[in-house]
């Protein structure tokens, strides 16, 4: 394993933002980018100096040539939020960018001071959860999942009300490098947090949609039990992409959390 290049962006001028004491660092979903944010931003910006990032091989980030883990992730954000000039710093994930926030909570305590897990899991079912997956892309691509994402990603009444958002991050999916895809996939399949959920002592919060399907609220439930600084917010009629369908509901539990 080794430590994949990710692109990082920050939201104020590199003067400012070394030596900040209020930085926000953002991750993002499989087959997304920093734009997964977006809506959420106006709200998390007036009180943060937000800087975000793509995972490996996804938006802007290059494509990783060799295989790595979640934690290799962690190793990665934690380098180029300190070369930034940012000793400690919040952090907020969605989906695998949520589980990258346990790894960075467990192996970074002097570094982040909060961690936010938005729409994710402490365990991602192992290897042959992504199995299919995996060989679906590999056999036609990206833009193959597309079809069946939608019913996963967001609740019925957010895909009727806005398809243009909704559009909108599926094309995110379709243009996501394959082989970056795949990597993505079988460092989630590798992933179990719980044998360390105890051993965190950074403050963690967990944000679930009410009716995602893939990391439900018993899901997000696990992490806020097993960590001893646990707690956790379940959006109303949102799905995996609560960030995208209540932008303001997980800005405001975000803000409040790190507030305390």
């Not at 729409?119 to 992504?130: D, I, K, L």
């Not at 439900?216 to 960590?227: C, F």
Request: aromatic fraction near 6%.
């Amino acid at each position: 394993m080794t430590t994949p290049q990710i692109y990082v962006t920050s939201e104020v001028p590199a003067a400012e933002l070394a030596g900040a004491t209020n930085v926000l660092v953002l991750g993002n979903a499989l087959g997304t980018d920093i734009h997964l944010w977006e809506r959420a931003m106006p709200a998390l910006a007036a009180h943060y100096s937000i800087v975000r990032f793509d995972m490996p091989g996804h938006g802007k980030s290059p494509v990783p040539t060799a295989s790595y883990n979640l934690e290799d992730v962690a190793n990665a954000v934690v380098k180029a939020v300190s070369e930034l000039g940012v000793e400690k710093f919040d952090y907020a994930g969605v989906s695998v960018a949520g589980a990258v926030a346990l790894e960075i909570a467990h192996k970074y305590p002097d570094h982040v001071k909060h961690s936010v897990v938005l729409c994710s899991a402490p365990y991602m079912g192992g290897p042959e959860n992504w199995a299919d997956r995996i060989a679906q892309v590999t056999a036609s691509g990206t833009a193959s999942l597309v079809p069946a994402l939608p019913p996963r990603w967001f609740s019925d009444d957010f895909i009727t009300k806005d398809p243009g958002a909704v559009k909108a991050l599926l094309d995110m999916v379709a243009t996501t490098d394959d082989s970056a895809y795949i990597k993505t996939c079988e460092a989630l399949g590798a992933f179990d947090a719980r044998p360390y959920l105890a051993d965190i002592s950074v403050p963690v919060l967990v944000i679930s949609g009410e009716v995602d399907p893939g990391s439900t609220p018993a899901a997000g439930a696990l992490i806020k039990d097993g960590v001893p600084h646990g707690q956790q917010v379940i959006i109303p009629g949102a799905s995996h992409q609560a960030v995208v369908e209540s932008p303001l509901e997980v800005a405001k539990a975000i803000t409040s959390f790190l507030g305390q």
